[in-house]
């Protein structure tokens, strides 16, 4: 299917409780990557989406759930976007060498993020 859902991350006041209450839940193998100044922990299902959680980026905001749609050329689909409408809330930017995202609000105030995997 083009352009499918890949990826879904939890940003997250709270990682430790956020790991402890999915962990039980779902039993998902989590691991935690380093990223920056902190963690990026990637939730390993095993077949199906892949997810991670992180402490959420935008002080003062609740904790959500971000999902991903993958993309054939970022820079042109976050182009789209802005075009039809949407509010750029984080342009194209490269990830730990394994791709690129950015991130978007839709003209109706949802959240979604686009990947282009590194070929």
């Given amino acids: 299917m083009p352009n499918a859902f890949v990826h879904v991350e939890l940003n997250t006041t709270d990682v430790d409780a956020a790991k402890a209450f999915y962990g039980k839940l779902f039993e998902w193998k989590l691991e935690d990557v380093p990223m920056g100044d902190g963690a990026y922990t990637m939730i390993k299902v095993g077949s199906g989406t892949a ?8 002080p003062g905001a609740p904790s959500a759930w971000l999902p991903y749609v ?9 182009a789209k976007a802005k075009s039809l409408g949407a509010n750029i809330m984080r342009d194209v930017t490269e990830v730990m060498g394994m791709g690129w995202l950015s991130i978007l609000i839709d003209p109706t105030g949802a959240a979604l993020g686009l990947w282009q995997q590194k070929k």
């Avoid at 997810?51 to 935008?58: A, L, S, T, Y």
């Avoid at 993958?70 to 976050?78: F, P, Q, S």
């Fill in 70 to 78: 993958e993309v054939g050329d970022i820079g042109e689909a976050t």
């Fill in 51 to 58: 997810g991670g959680m992180m402490k959420h980026p935008v």
